[in-house]
């Protein structure tokens, strides 16, 4: 299925915000910089609902305390150098074979 919930909930807020920025554009009782500061936070407002933070991943050590929080996820450190083993992996593919590398002893 293409687009779940979270993107419909997303959609209809950003929608939601552009309504009510319009709205606020055609009213004559505000001034214009009070127009510009609505409009600009209602679709700071729309913008947030599908807006989702990326995790960061600490490792977790043995006598630190409160490490944790929002958006924060503990791993343990085999975890952070497995995935940086596999960012270097990906970026490291040439086309042009293996260049260079370690002479081998006979």
Not at 71 to 84: A, E, F
Not at 89 to 94: N, Q, Y
């Amino acid at each position: 299925p293409e687009g779940g919930r979270k993107s419909k909930r997303a959609n209809t807020a950003i929608k939601a915000a552009r309504k009510k920025a319009e709205a606020v554009a055609g009213s004559a009782d505000m001034t214009e910089a009070q127009k510009l500061k609505a409009i600009s936070s209602a679709m700071k407002a729309g913008q947030k609902e599908g807006y989702r933070q990326s995790k960061q991943y600490v490792v977790a050590r043995k006598g630190a305390s409160n490490q944790g929080g929002k958006g924060i996820k503990l791993v343990d450190r085999r975890l952070k150098s497995d995935k940086r083993g596999t960012k270097r992996a990906a970026s490291g593919k040439s086309k042009r074979g293996k260049v260079g590398g370690r002479a081998r002893k006979r």
